[in-house]
């Protein structure tokens, strides 16, 4: 009995953390930036809201290459808060491309994937 007891106050107490943590929802996880001239900078931005009840943090963002700088919020974003995180692609080898912006937040343990995709040309 003791155990049923247990089992369930701990699942009430992950319920009860669920429910206070930082929610984000992406207003969109796919760019798609059409044709970009080779050896010049496309700058892009993903734009987010915390749906949750606590501050959210972005703990690291990342681009999949070299061609792409990341720049993202540094200060926790308030419940119900907008922001982005933004990014310049530059490429000069000419070709179709899909890259992706691995971001890991306090919302989670798991990361997500944001993808801008296009065609440079020369």
Same mark, same amino acid.
């Given at each position: 009995?003791?155990? @049923?007891?247990?089992?369930?106050?701990?699942?009430?107490? =992950?319920a009860?953390?669920?429910?206070?943590? !930082?929610?984000?929802?992406?207003?969109?996880?796919?760019?798609?930036l059409?044709? @970009?001239?080779?050896?010049?900078?496309?700058?892009?931005?993903?734009?987010?809201?915390?749906?949750?009840?606590? !501050?959210?943090?972005?703990?690291?963002? *990342?681009?999949?290459?070299?061609?792409?700088? =990341? *720049? +993202? !919020?540094?200060?926790?974003?308030? !419940?119900?808060?907008?922001?982005?995180?933004?990014?310049?692609?530059?490429?000069?080898?000419?070709? =179709? +491309?899909?890259?992706?912006? *691995?971001i890991?937040?306090?919302?989670?343990?798991?990361?997500?994937?944001?993808?801008? *995709?296009?065609?440079v @040309?020369?």
């Open positions: 009995m003791k155990k @049923v007891s247990l089992i369930i106050m701990l699942g009430i107490a =992950v009860a953390l669920a429910a206070i943590s !930082p929610s984000i929802t992406w207003k969109t996880t796919l760019l798609d059409g044709e @970009v001239k080779a050896g010049i900078s496309q700058d892009i931005a993903f734009e987010f809201t915390n749906n949750g009840d606590q !501050p959210l943090t972005i703990l690291e963002a *990342k681009g999949s290459c070299g061609c792409t700088n =990341v *720049k +993202f !919020p540094k200060e926790a974003i308030s !419940p119900g808060e907008t922001a982005s995180i933004t990014a310049t692609f530059l490429s000069k080898k000419e070709g =179709v +491309f899909k890259k992706n912006i *691995k890991k937040t306090s919302s989670s343990e798991e990361y997500t994937y944001l993808f801008f *995709k296009g065609e @040309v020369l």
